[in-house]
Each structure stands twice: as C-alpha cells, then as structure tokens.
C-alpha cells in the first residue's frame, strides 16, 4: 500500500509493475527489422507530401517493443488519468455524512492508499493490454509520445495482418503512414495535443459518482426476514441480478463530447490524408484500410478496461463522419485550405459541424477561415485613409466639416 508518490491518486508504481507483468519480456527489435522501418516511414513521408500542406513532424524513426511503448507513453497517461483520479477520491468523500467526514481524521490517509493502489490495479492491468496491442505511437488518434519520434511496433505487424487478412509488407507502410501523418499534425499544431487532455481534465473535474442502485438495493432488502433461509436466498438470487456498480457522471459532458469530436477529426484527417497518398501507390490499400476501420470500430477488452476506469473513451465513435468532412472539405476548397483549418481552435468544426458538413464548407468558401484579415490592421488603414484625405474630403452640399464635428 506504500505509495512511493506521497498525495498522487494513483499508485503509479503499482501501475507500472502490473503492465510490465503482463508484457513479460518482449523480444528486442532486430537491426534489419528497424532498417525497414525507418524506410517504410522514410518513403511514406514522401508521398504524403503530396496529399497534405503540413511538412514533415518527426524528426527521427524509431521501433518500439511494447517494453519501450509503456514507457515512452506512461507520462501522458498520466496526465489523462491524475484528473479523474483525484475527482473520483473527492466525489467518493462527499457521498458521506459531514460528521462521518470529521471522525474519519487519520483513517483518511489509509483510504487515500487504498484508493491508489486500486486505481494503479486497474490503470496498469488495461495499459499491460494496451501495450501488447499497440502498433504505432499514435494510437487512439491521441498524442501519447512527447518523443518527436515517429515510431511502429513490428512485433505486432505479422499477427495483424493475419488477422486482419492482409499482405503483412503493405501493412507496415500503411501503418508507417498513418503514424507519419499523425506526427505532422501533432508537430505543427501546437493547441491541439493540450486541448485533447485539457477536455479530459475539464471533464474531470465535473464528475460525480451515483450510488442509488446500491441504495435502491439495500431498501428493497426485508433485513427482519433474513432469518428465514428461503427468503433469504431470494434476496441473494435478486442481489445477483442486479448491477450494483457505482455509475459515473460528469456535469461537464460538452467537454467529453468536444474531446471526442477532436478525436474523431485528427483519426478522419489521417484516413483522407493517408489515403490520397496510398491510394494509388500501395496496391491493397483499399482493402487494408477497411479492415483497419472495422478495427478500430470493434474496440477491444483493453480500451473497455480503461474506459471503465477514468470514464473516458479512447477514440470517437464519429470518425466516418469527420472523414466525409474533410473529404468534402478537401473538394470544395483544395488542400490547402483544407489543412487551413487546423490553424486555429476556433476555426476547427465542433459536434454539430459533424452533422452538417455543408453548413462548415460554405463558412470556409466564405472566406471565414484562412482569409488574411486583422480587424486591428483594417481599422488602422481606415484611421490612416481618414488623416490623408483631411480637409480634402468632399461634404454634401449645405454641409461643411465643422457640421460633421
């Protein structure tokens, strides 16, 4: 129970044993493995010059094992997971009575341990899952390595092709596409990695936790009749079929929504972008690209794992969405502008810009996004204008200057 980061919310050592213990000892990436790596990146960074305006955003190619990806990665979740932590703890407190609060005095430390090591269980049991599924340091759509490295894990590439049906060669450049891509916009943009856990920490900091069903529970229970054997087990076969968990909400659900659509337009950026580079270059990159959607559609244990944990969805339900967006986006306005878009939060489309795609394109061909105009500067050219023209300016007839003052 000793937590080695006195006052954390989580027992991060604890978290990192766990993973490791579930990893076990992964196999080091070969010289030749690596080599090819860095040329699949290498190669797929020149065709996505052609497919997107943002330069190259790494700047060297890695190969991770899983062992590495744990902990390149640990300090950004870390960060997702300290927020709803520590909300959860407090949320948890303030189900008790005031003065069940005030007697508990030096018990609360113990709490606090014990609250820990149950979060650093459960965070480290689904990043151990995580890791041995992760192929790229991108997953999710999310920015989990600060490293400025692009990097793949292979060990994974030969069992997901399998799995996935497809030539095992071409999925490691779509692959080192994808991750090529996801590290340029990440590079390039600089709001967009805080805004994705900035969403999470404001979500966080809205949570409550919902105990009625335990309530309802206990008050349907007859406490007088549980000397009776019969009623007894009817209580326990009811109790049994009941979902008693303690049911996690938030007053801030517009933060988890906005951090969902985020995530759903850099995964739908990276399936246009991607694809305009492969589309005629990779022969299976059609096929290839549907059974990664339909992946990443199904989910898995480990992301159901985390979600139950913190609250919070790894990925976005809405990505074809975003991809019929920026496809549309791509077509009315070229790529240039397309990529405009990320310049700025406020210019970024929101949920409801997911629903009608048309109504966000005509503000674009309006000239609402990328068009060079600073109200400072127009007012200051106006000013300008006006003390050149001075006591030249014409007046309506029956009206001089000294009218107009």
Known sequence: MNNPEP???VNFALTERIARQQIGRPEKVSDNTDRAVGDAIRLTELWLDDATVLPVGANRVESWNSSMWLDNTLPTWKRFVVPVAERMNEASLEQLPEEARAQMGPMLDMMNSMSAMNFGMQIGHALGSLAKDAVTSSDFGLPLANTGAAAVLPSRINDLAKQLEVPAQELI???AAREAAHQRLF???PWLAERLISSVEEYAAGLSIDYSAMEEATRALNLESMEDPAQLQEAMEQ???MDMSPQIHSANVHAKERLQT???LVEGWVDVVVMDALRERLPKAQAIHESWVRRRATGGSAEEAFEKVVGVQLGSPRVADAVDLWRRLDDAVGQQRRDQVWDHPDFIPVAADLDNSAAFID??????????FDPIAELQKQLEKEAREGDNREFPKGRSKDDES
């Open 239 to 241: 109790l049994q079929n």
């Open 7 to 9: 006052g954390s919310p």
């Open 187 to 189: 590079a390039h943009i």
């Open 173 to 175: 450049m779509y692959l």
């Open 262 to 264: 985020l995530l759903a």
């Open 363 to 372: 503000s674009v061909l309006g000239g609402s996004v990328d068009d060079d």
